[in-house]
């Protein structure tokens, strides 16, 4: 994904939103729901208008998704940046949490790569 910057990314609607950040529009609109993202000013006829800190934050959030993260911890590492920030043992048991996650997934891709590199696996036949 390309920097983001401010000059481009004023002034969005919620389709374009979706497109920059290859977020759902209902995914979108469930953040700002949940509060994992900020309710965003609405023209007069009532259309919401995002900036470049919401296409920052859902970027972060959608990379987080994928990389296994849940949304209660995310909410926890986006307030880090925030009023009232999250405290360092909470940022601590997120991440021992998650190394217990990404060593216990690395030893199962090693069997399974001695497994495939010794052609030693079940065969099934029809």
């Keep these: 994904m390309r920097a983001i910057t401010s000059s481009r990314a004023q002034n969005l609607p919620i389709g374009e ?5 290859g977020v759902n529009i209902e995914t979108i ?9 900020p ?3 609405r023209t007069t006829s009532g259309r919401r208008i995002y900036g470049a800190p ?6 972060f959030i959608r990379r987080s998704r994928e990389l296994g993260f849940s949304l ?10 925030a009023p009232g920030k999250a405290s360092c ?11 217990h996650d990404i060593r216990a997934k690395i030893s199962d891709l090693a069997k399974l790569e001695r497994l495939l590199a010794n052609n ?5 036949r029809q």
């Design 72 to 81: 209660n911890e995310i909410r926890a590492l986006l307030r880090l940046g």
């Design 17 to 21: 939103l979706s497109k920059r950040s």
């Design 89 to 99: 043992s909470e940022v601590k048991e997120i991440a021992a949490h998650h190394l």
């Design 120 to 124: 030693d696996f079940p065969v099934y």
């Design 29 to 37: 609109r469930y953040y700002e729901r949940i509060k994992m993202l």
């Design 54 to 59: 919401d296409l920052r934050i859902l970027a």
């Design 39 to 41: 309710a965003p000013p």
